[in-house]
């Protein structure tokens, strides 16, 4: 399988059908292992002059660890067959299994983030800011109250994209 590198300007997915319709995998490293999970929530854009991608990761996730000790981390973007796939990974623990293993990904390294050659479109983020959402902050309190019955407010991710990767036709 071959892929080209594209520029920002090139990438003309929809925003709100690749995250909230089709997810994606969030991926990084830590200690030399991978880690992955699904994701539907973020966006990309520009941001302190640079163009960006935000994720959101929830404090109990296993995936936090990685995110916070890498540089990179990599969002994939996958074609509907492997929904079933993206669901396990969605509800599967990293900390109790290798989840990239048990679903056949094959992995490589792009600029220290884990990429997979079964994606179409991967984007790698050098991070540049980290925040967990605050309850104070929510002007909409039922927005709060919906998302949040745990108090287990994300923590938000924004990196500069580096590279997006496009699997060729």
Known sequence: MSFKEI???????NPFSTLAKDWALLSAKKDGKSNTM???????????????????VRPQ??????????????????????KD?????????????DKIAKCGF???DESGAPCFEEA???????????????ESCFIDKDVC???????????????EIIKIIKKED
């Open 7 to 13: 520029a920002p300007y090139e990438f003309n997915e």
């Open 38 to 56: 699904t994701i539907a929530w973020g966006f990309y854009g520009v941001m302190w002059g640079k163009n960006v991608m935000s994720v959101v």
């Open 61 to 82: 996730r296993h995936t936090l660890g990685f995110i916070d000790s890498a540089d990179t981390f990599s969002v994939s973007f996958f074609d509907d067959s492997y």
């Open 85 to 97: 796939k993206l669901t396990y990974c969605g509800r599967t623990s990293g900390k109790d299994e």
């Open 106 to 108: 094959n992995e490589y």
């Open 120 to 134: 179409k479109l991967t984007i790698v983020c050098r991070k540049l800011y980290r925040q967990q959402f605050d």
């Open 145 to 159: 109250q919906e998302s949040y019955p745990d108090k287990d407010y994300h923590i938000m991710y924004v990196g």
